[in-house]
Nanobody
């Protein structure tokens, strides 16, 4: 199993930047694909981005393409989500997730482990 802890959320003005981190426990972090999801109040959880275990393949939801960037550092057991040029619609609780399979796409069902989430609020 792997335990995931997100950090880096907070309040940011529209047009600003924020970097989220997802720290994973265990020695096999490099064998997991990782993903980021978000859930705004009253809305369903939606995918944001995903990255393969090696970091050479990524996936982005259309809503964040060109603004967000997912990366990982297997030596530090940490995945990141760099959020640039944020907009109020990015306000949500952001969750990281890990998949035991090579899946790194946008379906929540493809992931096996989830963090508790970190709040991101974008002010206009």
């Amino acid at each position: 199993q792997v335990q995931l802890v997100e950090s880096g959320g907070g309040l940011v003005q529209a047009g600003g930047s924020l970097r989220l981190s997802c720290a994973a426990s265990g020695r096999t972090f490099s064998s997991y694909s990782m993903g980021w999801f978000r859930q705004a109040p009253g809305k369903e959880r939606e995918s944001v981005a995903g990255i393969s275990w090696s970091g050479d393949k990524t996936y982005y939801a259309d809503s964040v393409k060109g603004r967000f960037s997912i990366s990982r550092d297997n030596a530090k057991n940490t995945a990141y989500l760099q959020m640039n040029n944020v907009i109020p619609e990015d306000t949500a609780v952001y969750y990281c997730a890990a998949a035991r399979t090579p899946y790194y796409g946008g379906s929540a069902g493809g992931y096996d482990y989830w963090g508790q989430g970190t709040q991101v609020t974008v002010s206009s």
